[in-house]
């Protein structure tokens, strides 16, 4: 072992000299709003328009105005939310630890809560007139948007370890593409759930 690693390093090419790097773009901060306290590991706010909407991990949902950083309004879910802030401009979804999923309209009002079938880690992702909801368990919950009722349901086999992650449901036309863990890919029929 200590011959393969004396071997190594004396091929080994020096480092490449860093060069200057000379900024282009000043960044200023415009404003700073405090909308609670966030998990830092899936809080991710949207903007839609005129609006950020963004979530404190203690179930506070914020609606702030782009321009100048004021709260227009504040709703409270019933539990810590896991989740990052989707949003169409006419519906704002959050899941939380629970496995809750809650709708508010853009004015804040709440809409309906559906549960799925464990904690809701990754932002929702609006396909039409579905929600598609990734939970922690490995499932993907496909809801209808006006009402939350559940529309279809896909449980993929996984691995006995695995590490916590969040991603999201990414859309491809009228494909749902869920990446699980062991490396695998799959493409559902986003109006059915059927396997593609």
């Given at each position: 072992?200590?011959?393969?690693?004396?071997?190594?390093?004396?091929?080994?090419?020096?480092?490449?000299?860093?060069?200057?790097?000379?900024?282009?773009?000043?960044?200023?901060?415009?404003?700073?709003?405090?909308?609670?306290?966030?998990?830092?590991?899936?809080?991710?706010?949207?903007?839609?328009?005129?609006?950020?909407?963004?979530?404190?991990?203690?179930?506070?949902?914020?609606?702030?105005?782009?321009?100048?950083?004021?709260?227009?309004?504040?709703?409270?879910?019933?539990?810590?939310?896991?989740?990052?802030?989707?949003?169409?401009?006419?519906?704002?979804?959050?899941?939380?630890?629970?496995?809750?999923?809650?709708?508010f309209s853009s004015q804040g009002k709440m809409l309906w809560q559906s549960m799925v079938s464990s904690e809701v880690l990754s932002t929702p992702t609006i396909d039409g007139e579905s929600v598609l909801v990734r939970s922690g368990d490995g499932r993907v919950h496909a809801l209808n948007l006006a009402d939350g009722v559940r529309k279809w349901e896909y449980q993929a086999t996984t691995p006995s370890l695995i590490l916590r992650s969040s991603p999201a449901v990414a859309r491809l036309g009228q494909l749902a593409l869920v990446g699980l863990p062991g490396g695998k890919l799959v493409a559902l029929d986003s109006a059915t759930g059927n396997l593609r």
């Amino acid at each position: 072992l200590s011959l393969f690693g004396c071997g190594a390093t004396d091929n080994a090419l020096p480092p490449t000299p860093l060069q200057d790097f000379k900024a282009s773009l000043t960044l200023h901060t415009d404003w700073v709003t405090d909308v609670g306290s966030p998990d830092p590991q899936v809080s991710a706010p949207v903007v839609w328009g005129n609006a950020v909407y963004a979530a404190g991990s203690f179930g506070q949902l914020s609606r702030v105005d782009a321009k100048t950083g004021v709260i227009r309004w504040n709703a409270q879910t019933k539990g810590s939310i896991s989740s990052g802030v989707a949003s169409d401009g006419e519906h704002v979804l959050v899941g939380t630890t629970k496995g809750m999923v809650f709708s508010f309209s853009s004015q804040g009002k709440m809409l309906w809560q559906s549960m799925v079938s464990s904690e809701v880690l990754s932002t929702p992702t609006i396909d039409g007139e579905s929600v598609l909801v990734r939970s922690g368990d490995g499932r993907v919950h496909a809801l209808n948007l006006a009402d939350g009722v559940r529309k279809w349901e896909y449980q993929a086999t996984t691995p006995s370890l695995i590490l916590r992650s969040s991603p999201a449901v990414a859309r491809l036309g009228q494909l749902a593409l869920v990446g699980l863990p062991g490396g695998k890919l799959v493409a559902l029929d986003s109006a059915t759930g059927n396997l593609r």
